[in-house]
């Protein structure tokens, strides 16, 4: 099965974008920060970009980001968010898990997973470092991933009745995701599971080129336990240099992902080239993504 990953549009900024139908992908996946109405947005209409996907030749799944929320309420928006994917012929994907029968390579069923999977900001304290920590240790890494995150978060303007939704207020939405994705993938499922969130699951997603600090706790979780509930993730919100990586979820697998995407990965085999790697790269110059996924096999 093919899916063509689209994320971190902007279209506030890049009102003259016009995405392209990848030939071949099965269906569509909207991974976040499409459109928002920030500061200084040039979006004329009030449906966050996303009327540019009805009418897609295949299905249209969507995750909001982040920044669909900037100046707006979280509740109301996450409301209004959902009801234009349904005017509009999309999938809402948020906290919803679908199901398509017969959709892998070997005849066996598929299932979407998706969240938006606001951090916790713990990533780089203990969750994400390993070893131990005290107690002070870890809430001292906290408190310096908050600071830094509600630099930025207070130019956002997000609000949640009426009050500024800042770190402290998104790590409990991050935990409340968290707790709705492990129940979802807890559930006993004879298929293939992929995962789409918009924040990163893992610190394997960090941009190398910043390292690892207090900031990079508001863009990855450090969920990296939950990696081999799924044959493939995909997320948005990292705009680091687009590499192709080849990697497996569990060493007993021999699942290959070929995937194209605007992240990163500072350690692991490169993946081979496939017939549509020039291709994917020229649509990734315009922030398109292609995720070919091949080979499929269940565990035995």
Not at 40 to 53: I, K, N, V
Not at 55 to 83: Q, S
Request: one cysteine or more.
């Amino acid at each position: 099965m093919k899916f063509q990953l689209l994320s971190d549009l902007h279209l506030e900024v890049h009102t003259n974008f016009v995405p392209e139908p990848v030939a071949g992908a099965d269906v569509l996946i909207l991974a976040g920060d499409v459109g928002s109405y920030q500061t200084g947005s040039r979006m004329a209409d009030a449906d966050f970009g996303l009327r540019l996907f009805a009418g897609w030749p295949v299905p249209v799944y969507y995750v909001p980001g982040n920044h669909e929320y900037d100046m707006l309420d979280v509740d109301a928006t996450a409301l209004r968010l959902r009801e234009t994917c349904e005017r509009l012929g999309l999938r809402w994907l948020d906290r919803e898990v679908v199901e398509l029968p017969g959709a892998a390579a070997d005849g066996s069923a598929l299932r979407l997973v998706g969240s938006t999977l606001w951090t916790d900001y713990d990533a780089i304290g203990p969750a994400g470092r390993g070893g131990h920590f005290s107690l002070a240790e870890q809430l001292k890494a906290r408190h310096k991933a908050f600071r830094a995150a509600d630099h930025y978060l207070r130019r956002t303007g997000t609000t949640r009745h009426g009050q500024p939704w800042l770190a402290a207020e998104m790590r409990e939405e991050g935990l409340a995701c968290q707790q709705w994705l492990r129940a979802a993938l807890a559930q006993p499922f004879d298929g293939t599971t992929v995962v789409v969130t918009h924040f990163a699951p893992s610190l394997h997603s960090a941009d190398p080129r910043y390292g690892l600090t207090p900031g990079t706790a508001g863009f990855c979780n450090a969920l990296d336990d939950l990696l081999p509930f799924a044959r493939l993730w995909l997320h948005g919100l990292l705009a680091s240099k687009p590499l192709s990586t080849l990697f497996a979820s569990r060493p007993s697998m021999d699942t290959q992902r070929a995937c194209l995407a605007l992240r990163s990965r500072r350690n692991g085999p490169s993946a081979p080239p496939h017939p549509s790697a020039a291709t994917a790269r020229r649509a990734l110059r315009r922030n398109q993504h292609l995720c070919l996924l091949r080979r499929w096999r269940r565990p035995a």
